[in-house]
C-alpha cells in the first residue's frame, strides 16, 4: 500500500482537487478515442467502465490530497461495477483501461503541478497506479476462482451424466455451459487414479489436452479416473499422450462416438474393459475396449457377449458355407495344429492354411495369436447357445364380411 511521504504542496493538492470532474471526463474521451473493445460494448457495460474510470480517478485525488497512508482502492474503484463486468471485460482490457486512466491523470496533472512539485506528482501517480492494478489482478483472481470451482462441478455433473446414459436436457445445458454443445468425435478413456491426488489429475489432463488440441472433461470416480475426450482423431494415440498423468494400471478407450450425447455407450465399454482387463496381462497400455470382448463377456458384459456373436459367430456362419466356422472351430476345440486340422476336415493343409488367412480378413482376428484365438474361442461358444432370432409370425388377414 502507498505510505507516507514527502507530499506535493497544499497549491498543487488544491488545484488537482478542483480538477477531478474534468479528469474523469478526459479519461473517458481518451478511451473512446484509444480503444475499439470499448467502443464496441453495449452502453450499459460502456457507463459501468466508465464509472470505473471515473471512482478511480476519484479515489486517487482523496488519496492524494489526504494522508496517504492507505489506498482503499478495491473498495472504491471495482465496487461501483458487478462483478459480471469480468466476464465482458478482459484483464487485458482492464488493465488498457488503468493505463489510459494513469495517462490522462500524470499529463493532466503534471499541467496543475506547482512549481517544483512535478516530480512528486509523477511519482505519486506511479505509486496509485500500482495499487489500482494489483487490485485488478485480485477481482479478477477471485473471479476465476470462482468460476474455475462452478465448471468443476458442472464438469463432474456431466461426466456422470455420461455414465448414467442421461442425456437429457439439464446435461446439455451444462455440457453447452462448458463449450460442449458442438463438440464431435468423442470417446472416453478410463484409467486409475493416480497417488498424487485427483485435483492434480485433473489439471494435469486438461494442460495435456489443451497441447494436443483435443476437449477433455474429467472426473474421478474413486479408484479410476473417467476422461471424456472430444475433438479425437485416433483415439489410441491420444489415450497415449494423456496417458502418462494415470495411475498404474490399464488405460481403457471406449468407441468413438458422433457427440456427447452418444458418450454412454463409449463409457460403458470403456469402464466394463478396465474392470476386465486385468484378465488379460500382457493387454498393450493403453488398449481398446473392443479388443476386451472376452474379457468383458467373462464378466457379465452383455453386450460384449451379443458384439462376439454378431462380429464373429454370425460373419463365420454365414461366409463360405460354414467351411469358415467349420474350420476355426477344429481348429480351436481340437488343438491340432494345421496337419491335424487338415486331417480332420479331410482337406489339404494348404486349404487349412487359406481358411485361416480367409477368417482372419473376414473377422479381424488371426487365430494363430493366442489372445486372438481365445476371444474366438469364446465367441463360438456364446453363438452355439445364443437364442435363434425370433421367427416373425404373419399378421392373418382380415375376414371379409
Sequence with gaps: MPTSRSRPSAAT???????????????????????????????????????????????????????????????????TAPRELTRSISLGQTLDLVRTVVDVVERESMGLAAGGDEVKVREAVLLYSREIAFSAAEVYAHAAEARGAWDARLEALVVDAVIRGEADDSMQSRASALGWGTTSDVCVIVGSTPSTGAAQVVDQLHRSAKRFGVEV??????????????????ALVTASHLGDHFGDGPIVVGPVVPHLYAAGR??????SGHTAAHAWPKAPRPVRSDDLLAERALLGDLPARASLVSRVYAPLSASGGGNLLETAAAYLDGGLGLEGTARELFVHTNTVRYRLAKIADTIGYDLTDPHDAQTVRLALAYGRVAPEPAQRVPRPAPREL
Excluded: K, N
Aim: charge should be positive; hydrophobic fraction near 45%.
Design 266 to 271: 463409449s463409457a460403458r465399454a470403456a469402464l
Design 217 to 234: 472433461l474429467v472426473a474421478i470416480h474413486g479408484r479410476r479416473v473417467v476422461c471424456i475426450v472430444g475433438q479425437v482423431s485416433d
Design 13 to 79: 493538492r488544491r488545484r488537482v482537487e478542483r480538477a477531478a470532474g474534468d479528469l474523469g471526463a478526459a479519461a473517458v474521451q481518451q478511451m473512446e478515442a484509444s480503444h475499439g473493445w470499448y467502443r464496441a460494448l453495449p452502453p450499459e457495460e460502456r457507463s459501468w467502465v466508465g464509472l470505473v474510470a471515473q471512482a478511480g480517478i476519484r479515489s486517487f485525488i482523496e488519496w492524494f490530497t489526504g494522508s496517504q497512508d492507505q489506498a482503499h482502492v478495491t473498495a472504491d474503484v471495482f465496487g
